[in-house]
């Protein structure tokens, strides 16, 4: 009889703890809020702003493709026992949809930073009719406008650490302040004739129309779709016509795709290098200065630049 009754206690006492963390506001003394993010992009402003306050997990690594990337049964229990979801939005996760569909029927928080930006702050997509470009990030000033969400969500969640949050976000977005005049600074070197950047697939629009970059994708915003031989072909002649000095991989996307590009340059007559690699839909690896969203940052200007200045003469 004693171990009936100590069950039917141990029963009562855990659906007492999972009401508790449900519980939107309540007290944590004695653990952290849990975050998990779609991107690791994502996951290093949540950090930034939350600190030692958060428990903070990315579902995708370094060098993973946000476009193609399918939630496994793993995933989907880490989000059940969050407090609180973050991914990008704009169909960045298209094969995630249905379960953040799902999550947002559950009491788990669940936002799409990007969807709360002005949508005449955000590019059209060309291939998706009534679409956006997903890759906010690319441009430091509507970077800074996703930390105040980031922000005002968490002291919604854990109003006890309104202060921190605060405080951290107003030091972090000084920070992009810089970053932002570091790439306009960087950018200022080369001739707006020579800003073009040509890259593995359309990753890179938010950054030219904020820097001055015309920029084309060998594949479009989406990864989903391959690029075909008259896309080759098109791009190929535009860069033995512009006697563009180099193209770029990235760190999410095959390098085949570039290769096979530079060949199609080369049988042109003219020779373009690959300038290097760039990140794109994550950053690098942890403990390096490219696993921060403002290493990655100044990694890819610094590429970009130091790379397309070569054809300057």
């Not at 003394?29 to 975050?35: M, T």
């Not at 060998?218 to 690029?227: D, F, H, K, R, V």
């Not at 095959?254 to 096979?260: D, L, M, R, Y």
């Not at 007559?269 to 300038?275: K, S």
């Given at each position: 009889?004693?171990?009936?009754?100590?069950?039917?206690?141990?029963i009562i006492?855990?659906?007492?703890?999972?009401?508790?963390?449900?519980?939107?506001?309540?007290?944590r003394?004695?653990?952290?809020?849990?975050?998990v993010?779609?991107?690791t992009?994502l996951?290093?402003?949540?950090?930034?702003?939350?600190g030692?306050?958060?428990?903070?997990?990315?579902?995708?690594?370094?060098?993973?493709?946000?476009?193609?990337?399918k939630a496994?049964a793993?995933d989907?229990q880490k989000?059940m026992?969050?407090?609180?979801?973050?991914?990008?939005?704009l169909h960045?996760e298209?094969?995630?949809?249905?379960?953040?569909?799902?999550l947002?029927?559950?009491d788990?928080k669940?936002i799409a930073?990007?969807?709360?930006l002005?949508?005449?702050k955000?590019?059209?997509?060309?291939?998706?009719?009534?679409?956006?470009d997903?890759?906010?990030?690319?441009?430091?000033?509507?970077?800074?406008?996703?930390v105040d969400?980031?922000?005002?969500?968490?002291?919604?969640l854990d109003?006890?650490?309104?202060d921190?949050?605060?405080?951290?976000?107003?030091?972090?977005?000084?920070?992009?302040?810089?970053?932002?005049?570091?790439v306009?600074?960087?950018?200022?070197?080369?001739?707006?004739d020579?800003?073009i950047?040509?890259?593995?697939?359309?990753?890179?629009?938010?950054?030219?129309?904020?820097?001055g970059?015309?920029?084309?994708?060998?594949?479009?915003?989406?990864?989903?779709?391959?690029?075909?031989?008259?896309?080759?072909k098109?791009?190929a002649?535009?860069?033995s016509?512009k006697?563009?000095?180099?193209?770029?991989?990235?760190s999410?996307?095959?390098?085949?795709?570039?290769?096979?590009?530079?060949?199609?340059?080369?049988?042109r007559?003219?020779?373009?290098?690959?300038?290097g690699?760039?990140?794109?839909?994550?950053?690098?690896?942890p403990g390096?200065e490219?696993?921060?969203?403002?290493?990655?940052?100044?990694?890819?200007?610094d590429?970009?630049?130091d790379?397309?200045?070569?054809?300057?003469n």
């Open positions: 009889m004693k171990k009936w009754t100590m069950l039917v206690l141990v006492i855990s659906i007492s703890l999972i009401g508790c963390g449900n519980n939107q506001n309540v007290k003394d004695s653990r952290k809020l849990n975050v993010t779609t991107t992009i996951a290093d402003i949540v950090k930034n702003i939350g030692d306050k958060l428990e903070v997990e990315a579902l995708m690594g370094p060098g993973i493709d946000p476009h193609l990337y496994s793993g989907v989000m026992n969050a407090d609180f979801i973050i991914f990008n939005g960045l298209g094969k995630m949809s249905d379960v953040f569909e799902k947002n029927k559950s788990v669940t930073a990007a969807d709360v002005d949508n005449s955000l590019i059209e997509s060309e291939e998706f009719e009534g679409n956006y997903p890759h906010i990030w690319f441009d430091v000033k509507l970077w800074m406008e996703i969400v980031i922000k005002d969500n968490l002291i919604e109003s006890e650490n309104k921190i949050y605060i405080s951290n976000s107003e030091k972090y977005k000084d920070e992009l302040k810089k970053l932002d005049e570091y306009i600074s960087r950018a200022k070197e080369l001739p707006d020579k800003r950047l040509i890259t593995a697939h359309d990753a890179f629009s938010y950054f030219g129309k904020a820097y970059f015309q920029v084309k994708g060998l594949q479009g915003i989406s990864t989903a779709a391959e690029a075909g031989t008259l896309d080759v098109e791009l002649d535009f860069i016509e006697e563009i000095p180099a193209i770029f991989i990235e999410s996307v095959p390098t085949k795709n570039i290769e096979a590009l530079q060949a199609a340059v080369k049988d007559g003219f020779n373009v290098e690959i300038g690699e760039l990140f794109s839909d994550s950053l690098g690896d390096t490219e696993g921060t969203y403002i290493g990655t940052v100044k990694f890819n200007i590429t970009i630049v790379a397309l200045l070569k054809g300057v």
